[in-house]
């Protein structure tokens, strides 16, 4: 069965950092492109960013609003994927999915985690 | 950043009604669209990609059309567990962007 198992989703204060994961389980990984979307309270689904495969050299995007802020890793040998959140905003506070990006597509995302809750707070 | 516009930001049906969302993009995106389907406190489900491809598994009762700007995702004939919040997403430009949500219940 497939599975993308999400944790390290936490309570944290403004300023903070805090490290996402996700393994990914009965799916093909390695070759893959990874996305990360996140969801306020009661709000839409926002496009965090996305990591490539290995022949894509594992080059990252990032939406505006995260950009120097988080940053997206993979390791492969784990079948995992990660995001590292730096300088945590209070406007942070959502439930994060990681993504899993269809063969041959950009950003059509066929495989989902059950989303990790940050909340940032003081 | 392209803007994705979805129409109308809710309604109200009934099993065995077809119902019709409508998706706008700020400039063309091809046919780059997908369509997800969110239960609440579930993740989203892909149903659509490449604006009228359905994903394996997904109800024939579910089916979309357009390129360029314009994109529709219609539901032939509702059924209980389809009321849900859809969303429509571009991937043919950085940042990749979703629509608002339709949120569809039951009238």
């Known amino acids: 069965e497939a599975q993308l198992v999400q944790s390290g989703g936490d309570l944290v204060q403004p300023g903070g950092s805090l490290r996402l994961s996700c393994v990914v389980s009965?799916?093909?990984?390695?070759?893959?492109?990874m996305d990360w979307v996140r969801q306020a309270p009661g709000k839409g689904l926002e496009w965090l960013g996305h990591?490539?495969?290995?022949?894509?050299?594992?080059?990252?995007d990032y939406a505006a609003c995260v950009k120097g802020r988080f940053t997206i890793s993979r390791d492969d040998s784990k079948n995992s994927v990660f995001l590292e959140m730096n300088s945590l905003k209070i406007e942070d506070t959502a439930v994060y999915y990681c993504?899993?990006?269809?063969?041959?597509?950009?950003?059509?995302?066929?495989?989902w985690g059950q989303g990790t809750l940050v909340t940032v707070s003081s | 950043d392209i803007q994705m516009t979805q129409s109308p930001s809710s309604v109200s049906a009934s099993v065995g009604d077809r119902v019709t969302i409508t998706c706008r993009a700020s400039q063309g995106i091809n046919s780059w669209l997908a369509w997800y389907q969110q239960k609440p406190g579930k993740a989203p489900k892909l149903l659509i990609y490449?604006?009228?491809t359905m994903q394996g598994g997904v109800p024939s009762r579910f089916s979309g059309s357009g390129s360029g700007t314009d994109f529709t995702l219609t539901i032939s004939s509702l059924q209980p567990e389809d009321f849900a919040t859809y969303y429509c997403?571009?991937?043919?430009?950085?940042?990749?962007?979703f629509g608002q949500g339709t949120k569809l219940d039951i009238k």
């Open positions: 993504a899993r990006v269809k063969g041959g597509r950009q950003g059509d995302l066929d495989y």
């Open positions: 997403q571009q991937s043919n430009s950085l940042p990749y962007t």
């Open positions: 990591i490539r495969n290995k022949d894509h050299s594992y080059s990252t």
């Open positions: 490449a604006a009228s």
């Open positions: 009965g799916l093909t990984f390695s070759g893959y492109y």
